[in-house]
């Protein structure tokens, strides 16, 4: 840089602020996963960012379901889960369960623990037993015990600025 100053917006997070607060939060480039669990009237998917690590002894892993989610009952009371990590050819997975949860008429289901539906294809799926569900504002915080672990090559679909891209799996 040739020492001149970058331009920089501060506010404090608010009401006021709330669509400056989200698009701050989307300044952070994160995979995109799929949520599947099973529940009483059939198999559930959602598609979500917001998956972390969390423990390695013992394995656990996160995501947080919106509040305002009509799927949101179902995922923060499922006993078992899998979290599916996509490949950037996937986007189309992506948008099939950010726009409907409940059809599952896709080529390669598996079943796993609890009667969970496995997606085929994926970068990683992390099979899990819910641990435990604390609250989170408008979402919770669901906590997976990881019971079982499938990983391929290849590069990650990516969620930066509201718009979708790629991870390459090269290193620099």
């Known amino acids: 840089m ?3 100053m970058m331009s920089e917006t501060s506010f404090t997070p608010d009401a006021a602020h709330q669509r400056a607060f989200r698009d701050a939060l989307g300044r952070f480039a994160t995979g995109v ?3 599947t669990t099973r529940t009483d009237i059939g198999p559930l998917g959602i598609t979500a960012n917001s998956f972390a690590a969390l423990s390695l002894d013992p394995a656990l892993v996160m995501w947080a379901p919106g509040k305002f989610s009509r799927r949101f009952d179902a ?6 889960f899998a979290i ?12 099939h369960f950010a726009a409907n949860g409940s059809d599952f008429d896709l080529p390669g289901l598996i079943e796993g623990a609890g009667g969970v539906p496995l997606l085929p ?3 990683a799926r992390f099979e899990c037993a819910r641990h435990a569900v604390y609250p989170g504002g408008d979402h919770a915080i669901v906590v997976g ?3 079982r672990v499938c990983t391929r090559p290849g590069a990650g679909l990516s969620f930066f600025a509201g718009k979708y891209g790629s991870i390459d799996a090269g290193l620099r």
């Not at 995922?75 to 078992?80: I, L, M, R, S, V």
């Not at 599916?84 to 948008?95: G, I, K």
């Open 33 to 35: 996963t799929v949520i």
């Open 2 to 4: 040739d020492g001149a």
């Open 145 to 147: 015990r990881v019971t």
């Open 75 to 80: 995922f923060a009371e499922a006993a078992h």
């Open 84 to 95: 599916h990590v996509l490949a950037e050819d996937q986007l189309s997975l992506a948008q």
């Open 121 to 123: 294809d994926c970068l």
